[in-house]
Each structure stands twice: as structure tokens, then as C-alpha cells.
């Protein structure tokens, strides 16, 4: 295109683009280089009605003329929203109002996605032009107005043909879909008044209104749907997830809390998917620290359900990376009561009476015991009795199928303590070897993260040995060769210790000496052995810790004796000796003391752990274990 038709177009200059046009009437028909767009519809972009009077006037064909979207000046106009320019053209030629796109979008559509109220009104009340009632491309103008919250639009269309509300689009989503999913209350809102079964119509991927406004945690939508269709909170995903489910999955923390008040009443927080997972289950898998402990602490959720693996939500948790929130939430879990798969199925053999037990030679007692014997068939009759009724018929009829199973094999003496025999256990074994595998995992993962942080713990404690012996010998090397009360500076004495016939330097030179040298003993002899198995490292660390300890007891003496070289002994000083007497020694004595009394209770402790362990596991040989962990696991830690 002519660059000064171009700017004459732009600045709107109707002399100056006559002239050109009359200079050359061939200047009328070219179209811009990227866009190939005319110049009616550059003039129709820029809303230039004395322009556009102009060019329809030279040229009226030029209203139908298409660039290279396939678009008309009407799409230019619609776009624009500028009525005037839109009547103008509809006066020349209406029909071409019809033409789409490239996408198959007419002007009428352009208008509804603008929100353009007075542009959407011109084009209903044209008779024939808009086809609301058949099956076209305006029907979907109504999706794309829920979409982008152009309330007026959507009445407007609304009160032109009422069946727009339950069309839907090649997705399966009607308006009222687009409305949940942005967060429109006020269209959703008006949809509902006109259709409420609107609600519970689900799109192709298996969602309803709600599941989207839950999914992007449009609270406000989401109450207003709930109000309106309290069925709607009974609609599952294809997944067989109700609405917790998705709220928690999403994140959405405070569509979550709002949905347990509306909910009360109901057992839908209980329910689980087809993975047998509930709600809380999905928050411990995904981190949603904050909704976890609400469930928790603000519901009456059962935190012990087991999923289709036989996994808890505590379990669920063990698997995780460790972190801080990870270990304040095992910390609520375990404050609510939360217990772990292997302790819940364990006590619930105990109630049950079942005691039958079989030679066991595996190194993981707890955890084959469990596989080999009567627990294999008591996984299966819990799993099929603790799954909470769903609301489906689908899910209605499965869960009635497996308690009639249930209640079948219970009256065939299936349960009972006198069938838990050897044969049972071979035929009933292969219904629980997921269970068993999942476990097993479960189990190992755990052992492998606590034998990781405890040599973790270990390797720090060596190192902050080696850390405080190095601290010892400096500070003791220091003050030997720098003396308490200062040397002599000439005479036969010189450099030599001017308090060194007194008693307390006698004892502050013993003691400094004593506590340099063992401190550089304890050095050395951690540089130099490096143990590769966990008891030997253990003993070395435990020798090295009390020699430590006698280091810097040596090296407090030291300090009180030359405290006492260098302080005053006249007639009222002599308190402040005794002062340093009881502050020092009593401030260290009571920390011996006290570290002495808990190792001691270790000691106890350990000793207690291993003769349960013998008594349980009676006269069979097992690898050995971590006693120092397994004792003081409640605890979380041990002295030594």
C-alpha cells in the first residue's frame, strides 16, 4: 500500500485520500503488505466513520473485501465496538456480516468476546443475521462471554434464545463451565436461575461447574453452586474423586475449608478414589503441608484409612524427602493418634485373638512375621470393610459387591481364628502380595533413610570431637607458655614464672598439661582411624567423647587454679574464690551429672529393648540391629 494513503488513512485525512484516489483510482484497491488488509479496514480499525462514509461510498464492494485472516471490515468494526462505523456498513451490504474467519468466527462472535453490549444488540436485532437457535458458530458466543465475564452479554444473549444456556462447546462444557472455571459469580449465577440441572452436567473430561470452580478455588462461585444444587456436591470425577479430593490436589486451601461446612452432614470427606486414597492421603503425596493438618486437627476424618497399597497417610509421609515440615506434620500425625500400617494391621490381629505364630529366619522379624503368617488374610478383610460407601451408583454397587464378598467368606469360617492354619495361609497368600511388596518397600525405604541420617549424626559427632579437642589444645597451649601472674624480666629469674612455687600454679601446670596432651591424643587418634562398620565407629566415639570429657574437666581446674594465682587473697577478696568455686564447679558438675544420668537411663533402655527382642524372636539367629535407634526411636535421639 501507498505509504501516504496509508497515513491519510491513519490521521483520518478524507482531502488528502481523495486526491490520491482521483490522482489514481488503482490506489483504492491496495492492501497492506503483512495483513493484506484494505483501506476499509484500516479505516473500520481506527474507527474513522467520515473515512469509512468515504471509501463505501467509491467503492461498496470493498465492505465484503477479506484480508488474510479471512476477515471483513465488519470483524474490524465488531472488534472496536464503534457502532456507528458497524450501522454503516450493515446499510451497504448485511450479508457480509455472516462471513467468517479463518477460525470459522463471524463478527457477531468478535463482539461477544470484546464484551461489546451495543455492537451485540445491533447485530440481534438485524432479522436474519444471527442464527442463535440453530446449530452454527454463534452459538458458542455465549462460552467465550462466560469466559472473559461479560455479564450483559451473556443476558442479552440469554433473553434472545434461552437454549443457549445448555449448549456446549466441542469440549463439553456449557457456559456455565467457562463461568465456574473464571471465577464469574454473577453469570453463574444467572445461568443457574435460568437452568439449575446446569450444575451436574458433565463435560468430556469428566468434570462438573463445581469440580472446575473447586480446581481453581473460585470460592465465591463455588458457594453460590453449592446453595443453589446441593447434588452437586455428590458428583464424582472420572477418578472416582469427589470434591476434597480436588480441592486438596489443587491446593486450594480455603475452597477446602468451605466445603467442610457446607458438607456437614454428609460422608463425602470420608470417601475415597479408585485408589483408595482420601483426602488425606493426596495431601501428605503432595506436600500441602497447611490442608494436612487441618484435616487433621479441624475434621473428624479418619486418619488411619489405608489406600488400595494397604498404606496409610503416616506411611505415605515416611516415603517423603525429610524436611522440617514433613517432620512437624509426623509430629501431628502421631499427636492425633496417626499410626503406620504394620502397628494399625498389628494391634488389629491382637483384638482379633489371632496369636498363631510360625518359625521365622529372615532378618526383618516384624515385617515377615507379619507376611508369612496369619496377617495375610486379615489385609484383605479389612480393606474390603473399611472403604466408606460412595455416592455413585457405580461406586454404590462395587463397594455392596465386595462387603457381600466379605460377609461370604466370614460365614465360610474364612476368619475365623481356628481356619488361620498353614493351608489357608498358602491359598489365601497370593490376594495380598501387593500388600505384602508395598510393605516390604515401605519398610526398607524407612530402615535406609534412618541408617543414612544416623551415620550422618555419627560423622558430625566425630567431627565436632576433633573440633573441641583442637579448641582445647589451643587454648591450653596458650596459656602455658604465658603463665598466670607473668615471668620475671631480668636477674637469674629471668622469663621464668614469678608465681611458679606457689601451690595453684603447681596444680594449674598439671591440670593445663594434662588437658593439652589428651586433647592432642584425641586428635590424633581420629585423624588416624578411619572405621568402616557401625560398632566399631560407635566405641571409638564413645571412648573419645569420655576422654574428651576429661580434657575439658583438666582444663576447668586449670582455669580455677590460675584464677586463684592471680587474684588478690587479702581480707575481703576471699569470697570471690568461693564464688568461682561454686559457679565453675557447680555449673560443669551439674552438666556431668546430668549427661551421666541419661546415659545411664540409655543403658536401661537398651538393655530392656533386648530382651523383648529375645523373647519375641526366641533362640533364632538375626542380623544384628542398631539398639542405640531402636531403643530411643520414640525419643529421637540417644547419649552416649
Not at 264 to 282: E, K, M, P
Not at 319 to 341: C, I
Not at 410 to 416: A, L
Amino acid at each position: 500500500m501507498d505509504p501516504r494513503l496509508l497515513e491519510a488513512i491513519r490521521k483520518n485525512d478524507a482531502p488528502s485520500f481523495l486526491s490520491l484516489v482521483e490522482e489514481d483510482e488503482g490506489n483504492l484497491q491496495q492492501k497492506t503488505a503483512d495483513s493484506l488488509n484494505t483501506a476499509l479496514h484500516l479505516a473500520s480499525k481506527f474507527v474513522h466513520l467520515e473515512m469509512v462514509a468515504e471509501i463505501v461510498k467509491l467503492c461498496p464492494d470493498m465492505v465484503a473485501a477479506e484480508n488474510k485472516n479471512l476477515e471483513t471490515p465488519f470483524h474490524e468494526a465488531c472488534r472496536g465496538g464503534n457502532v456507528k462505523v458497524l450501522t454503516l456498513l450493515l446499510e451497504v451490504n448485511p450479508s457480509a456480516a455472516s462471513k467468517l474467519n479463518s477460525n470459522g468466527k463471524s463478527c457477531f462472535f468478535v463482539a461477544c468476546s470484546h464484551g461489546h453490549l451495543d455492537a451485540v444488540n445491533l447485530l440481534l436485532n438485524q432479522p436474519g443475521l444471527v442464527s442463535l437457535g440453530e446449530a452454527g458458530t454463534d452459538q458458542t458466543c455465549i462460552h467465550v462471554a462466560a469466559s472473559k465475564g461479560h455479564t450483559d452479554v451473556v443476558r442479552e444473549l440469554l433473553n434472545a434464545c434461552l437454549e443457549l444456556a445448555q449448549v456446549t462447546d466441542e469440549n463439553g462444557n456449557s457456559p456455565l463451565h467457562y463461568a465456574c472455571n473464571e471465577g464469574h459469580r454473577d453469570i453463574a449465577w444467572m445461568l443457574l436461575r435460568r437452568d439449575a440441572n446446569l450444575a451436574l452436567q458433565y463435560n468430556n473430561n469428566g468434570y462438573t461447574p463445581l469440580h472446575l470452580a473447586v480446581k481453581n478455588g473460585k470460592v465465591s462461585v463455588l458457594e453460590d453452586v453449592v446453595l443453589s444444587v446441593a447434588a452437586s456436591l455428590h458428583y464424582l470425577t472420572r477418578e472416582e474423586e469427589t470434591i476434597f479430593h480436588l480441592a486438596v490436589r489443587y491446593g486450594q486451601y480455603d475452597g477446602l475449608r468451605l466445603l467442610v461446612h457446607v458438607s456437614i452432614g454428609t460422608n463425602l470427606l470420608h470417601c475415597q478414589d479408585r485408589y483408595g486414597s482420601t483426602a488425606l492421603h493426596l495431601a501428605v503425596t503432595g506436600g500441602r503441608h497447611k490442608i494436612a493438618e487441618y484435616l487433621i486437627n479441624k475434621t473428624k476424618l479418619e486418619i488411619n484409612t489405608r489406600n488400595s497399597e494397604g498404606l496409610t497417610a503416616l506411611d505415605i509421609l515416611d516415603q517423603a524427602k525429610d524436611s522440617e515440615e514433613n517432620r512437624h506434620l509426623e509430629a501431628t500425625f502421631v499427636k492425633a493418634g496417626g499410626k503406620r500400617s504394620l502397628q494399625f494391621l498389628s494391634r488389629s490381629l491382637e483384638v482379633s485373638g489371632a496369636k498363631t505364630r510360625f518359625p521365622i529366619t529372615s532378618k526383618d522379624s516384624l515385617l515377615h512375621s507379619y507376611m508369612e503368617n496369619e496377617l495375610d488374610s486379615s489385609i484383605e478383610m479389612v480393606s474390603l470393610t473399611t472403604s466408606p460407601p460412595g455416592v455413585s451408583k457405580s461406586t454404590l454397587s462395587r463397594i455392596s459387591s465386595l462387603h457381600h464378598q466379605a460377609a461370604e467368606r466370614y460365614d465360610n469360617e474364612t476368619y475365623k481364628p481356628e481356619s488361620f492354619s498353614p493351608t489357608n495361609f498358602q491359598q489365601h497368600r497370593h490376594l495380598s502380595k501387593r500388600h505384602r511388596k508395598n510393605l516390604e518397600k515401605l519398610y526398607n525405604n524407612r530402615r535406609i533413610k534412618q541408617h543414612e541420617m544416623y551415620t550422618e549424626a555419627l560423622q558430625n559427632a566425630r567431627n565436632t570431637i576433633i573440633l573441641v579437642s583442637i579448641l582445647i589444645a589451643t587454648v591450653t597451649f596458650s596459656a602455658g607458655i604465658s603463665p598466670p601472674g607473668g615471668v620475671y624480666q631480668d636477674g637469674p629469674m629471668k622469663g621464668k614464672s614469678m608465681a611458679g612455687k606457689t601451690t595453684a600454679f603447681k596444680v594449674f601446670s598439671v591440670s593445663n598439661d594434662i588437658a593439652l596432651f589428651i586433647s592432642l591424643s584425641i586428635v590424633i587418634v581420629l585423624v588416624s582411624i578411619i572405621p568402616f562398620q557401625r560398632k566399631p565407629q560407635m566405641r571409638l566415639l564413645v571412648i573419645a567423647h569420655k576422654v574428651m570429657w576429661i580434657a575439658v574437666a583438666f582444663m576447668a581446674v586449670g582455669y580455677v587454679a590460675a584464677k586463684w594465682v592471680i587474684m588478690p587473697h587479702g581480707h575481703g577478696a576471699q569470697w570471690l574464690s568461693v564464688v568461682l568455686l561454686a559457679v565453675g564447679g557447680g555449673s560443669l558438675g551439674t552438666i556431668f551429672i546430668g549427661l551421666g544420668v541419661m546415659l545411664f537411663e540409655h543403658w536401661l533402655r537398651k538393655l530392656k529393648w533386648r530382651k523383648r527382642r529375645k523373647e519375641r524372636d526366641g533362640d533364632h539367629e538375626k542380623d544384628s540391629q542398631n539398639s542405640d535407634v531402636e531403643s530411643s526411636y520414640l525419643q529421637g535421639y540417644h547419649s552416649y
